[in-house]
């Protein structure tokens, strides 16, 4: 048979990985920053406390140093709103602008793109007082943390994410300690999409402010998207895996890019007297904003099958890539064609190819891979740190990314989790995903010493390479 030829990846492809600010910086009550939901919020049992992290303030010279040195082009990290404003709003935090100045400057000395994603999971612990994102005050909130970021930054900072995983702030806010829920709330579901009713106005309106503010600049959103499959080609499981894509991934995509809400959801929303409120010139505000390209985030695919009615609606559980259902609608289920992460996460890479050309298909707007990666235990031995089974997981996607390439699809960037090993969403510091090596437990801050993993050596020539060489030998 013969084979097909792959495109190359693009020139100027940005080849690099992804940090959060909460869960890489550490110093969380340092130099003026205030504390911010995650400070406050209770970890799970047997997992670090996020004062610490990887103590990236402490260290982002030596850190973006080792970056340069595996070759990145581009590095994906996000700007703490309580370092710039530490109550969320009000006086601005000199030294959390200067610590910024500082991470970007350092990236542009080594001719590393900064793409700063401007909101990940960490709202100010001061306005979730307030109401977080259930308060409609905090669309202004947000949009006024915006202009002091592209004031800032603008001058230097061309590539911008608005919200990190929006659809997993909505499906499984408690799980990553974001879910602000009114005391007496007597319809979870339509808090909830009232909160993220508000965080669409919001980056709709931070989309337009940074093409006002910032000639040339690019933003775009970073949902977590998962093609959803169906558990058969039963026609209830079509669309129990149609009614999963809606709520999970073309919600977010459909309000992103074309300003509207996904039909499908608005539907379920209707059932569960659940729509969200519009303030005046909402409606507006969203088919006015255009993203420039989608910045996503790709684990794995979700798998579904047709729901009789027996979950209870607006019952919480599973993570990011582990789903429960909704009654009526869909319930997820185990994907047997596809092995599993130490930490039970599905491991799909054809799956990307899929994820990537459904995307391109519906909106044709280029694309940035702003996650994907494998969490595993990893062991350091003398100086090094063996972990082919990430570079087999690296390798198998960056294939399907080529795939997609050659496809059609318009590709920009490849930023997997994490540069550096950083504190799980919920899963502590033992689940790590870097290609950088830290030297501390989950308890014990040991040495903190950085090593570059095998990983991050294959990475090396991958970009070197761009991309033509993905061996490991
Ligand atoms: C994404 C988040 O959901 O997945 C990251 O954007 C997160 O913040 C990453 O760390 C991996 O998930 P986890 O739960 O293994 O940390």
Redesign the pocket.
Known sequence: MKHKQLKPFPENFFWGAST?AY?VEGANLTDGKGPSCQDVKKVPEGTSELDVCADFYHHYKEDIALMAEMGFKSYRFSIAWTRILPQGTGEVNPKGIEFYNNVIDECLKYGIEPIVTMF??DMPAALDERGSWGNPESVDWFVNFAKVLFENYGDRVKYWLTI??QN?LTLVGPV?GTLHLPENCTNVIKEIYQQNHHMLVAQAKAMCLCHEMIPGAKIGPAP?ISLVYPASCKPEDIIAAQNFNAMRNWLYLDAAVYGVYNAILWSWLEEHDATPTFADGDEEAMKNAHPDFIGF?Y?NTATVAHEDGSIADGEFGG??QNGVGASGFYKSVRNENLPKTE?GWEIDPIGFRSTIREMYSRYRLPMLVT?N?L?AYDKLEGDAVHDPYRIKYLQDHIIQIQEAITDGAEMLGYNP??AIDLI????GMR?R?GFIYVDRDEFDLKTMKRYIKDSGYWYKKVIETNGADLSND
Not at 424 to 427: A, I
């Open positions: 959060s869960q990940h999971f990190n995983e997993m990553i977590n985030n684990y993570d990011q930490f996650e990666g969490g989790w994490s799980s969403t919920h899963e689940k995903y």
